[in-house]
Nanobody, 127 residues
Framework: QLQLVESGGGLVQPGGSLRLSCAASGSTLDYYVIGWFRQAPGKARESVSC????????NAADSVKGRFTISRDKAKNTIYLQMNSLKPEDTAVYYC????????????????????WGQGTQVTVSL
C-alpha cells in the first residue's frame, strides 16, 4: 500500500526557508497526482500546490505564489515543497497527498479528491 511520510518542518523565522519532503513507499508515484496541503488551527485544510503525472504544476493558494515550489524526484520517489520568504501566516501543519491518475496534466485541489495522505509536518514561522 502507498505510504507517504512528510519531513522537514520546524520553527523558522519570518523570511526564512524550509524544504519539505514527502517520501513515498509501497508504490511508484509515476501514476499519481501529488498535492501539498496545509491546515492551520481552526481552519479548513487548503491546497497549496499540486503536480500532475506529466509534471504540470498548479498553485491553488495565491498567497504562496512566487514563494513555494513543488517538485518531484522520480529516482527517489519523493516530492518536495520548497518554501521561501516564509511568513507567520504560513504556520500550519503541512501534508502531502496522492491520488491515482494514469497520465495527463490534471491536478486536484480538493482534499476529498485524495485517498492517500501523509501524517503531516508542523511548520511554525515566528520570531
Amino acid at each position: 500500500q502507498l505510504q507517504l511520510v512528510e519531513s522537514g518542518g520546524g520553527l523558522v523565522q519570518p523570511g526564512g526557508s524550509l524544504r519539505l519532503s514527502c517520501a513515498a513507499s509501497g508504490s511508484t508515484l509515476d501514476y499519481y497526482v501529488i498535492g501539498w496541503f496545509r491546515q492551520a488551527p481552526g481552519k479548513a485544510r487548503e491546497s497549496v500546490s499540486c503536480i500532475s503525472t506529466s509534471g504540470t504544476v498548479t498553485n491553488a493558494a495565491d498567497s504562496v505564489k512566487g514563494r513555494f515550489t513543488i517538485s518531484r524526484d522520480k529516482a527517489k520517489n519523493t516530492i518536495y515543497l520548497q518554501m521561501n520568504s516564509l511568513k507567520p501566516e504560513d504556520t500550519a501543519v503541512y501534508y502531502c497527498a496522492a491520488t491515482p491518475h494514469y497520465s495527463g496534466s490534471a491536478c486536484f485541489v480538493l482534499a476529498d479528491q485524495y485517498p492517500h495522505w501523509g501524517q503531516g509536518t508542523q511548520v511554525t514561522v515566528s520570531l
